[in-house]
């Protein structure tokens, strides 16, 4: 079967340093990913998204990257604050299969 | 708030009790879904529901019954589960038009289950 994981299962950030949350997929038809913020007692929530013709992504605070060489994707997050403490969770689509798969998640730890 | 509304918020049941699980979008999505997620696990996919027809059973147990009236509700309905049920279960939605980015998911704040 595929699978989609993480690198690191805690991450531990000063705040107001950079994040970077890492990804590894496996199924190289995959055209579309998406990453999650998991707040305690919430459900996950979207953070962006990018498809498979991008490299780059940018959003308010949050950049994706994507590397199909390697199968690699990541969550860059600019000037942590203690509110992006959550785990985060990556996720791939097929295409064919038309749902999600995700990865066991990465807990980030802001620290003041 | 994600448009995605579950309840209860918590619940905890015996071995031999019967419960339903209630989640309801106002997204107007086409596509509802059932995912358990539990401690240092992936999520888990259960069932999805596309225009109110069951299109995944992913080998869950038969004590798990979904139920799909329309394409805004969506119910899990428990009876006799064990200990090792125990998790979040989480119901999501999405616009489900087979295009991508179309799966996109929008999550309930899940339920969390305890099993006696």
Known sequence: GESVGLHLPTLSVQEGDNSIINCAYSNSASDYFIWYKQESGKGPQFIIDIRSNMDKRQGQRVTVLLNKTVKHLSLQIAATQPGDSAVYFCAENTGTASKLTFGTGTRLQVTL | ?116
């Open chain 2, 1 to 116: 708030e994600t448009g995605v509304t579950q309840t209860p918020r918590h619940l905890v049941m015996g071995m031999t009790n019967k419960k339903s699980l209630k989640c309801e979008q106002h997204l107007g999505h086409n596509a509802m879904y059932w995912y358990k997620q539990s401690a240092k696990k992936p999520l888990e996919l259960m069932f999805v529901y596309n225009f109110k027809e069951q299109t995944e059973n992913n080998s869950v147990p038969s004590r798990f019954s979904p139920e799909c009236p329309n394409s805004s509700h969506l119910f899990l309905h428990l009876h006799t589960l064990q200990p090792e049920d125990s998790a979040l279960y989480l119901c999501a939605s999405s616009q489900g038009t087979g295009q991508i980015g179309s799966e996109k998911l929008f999550f309930g704040s899940g339920t969390q289950l305890s099993v006696l």
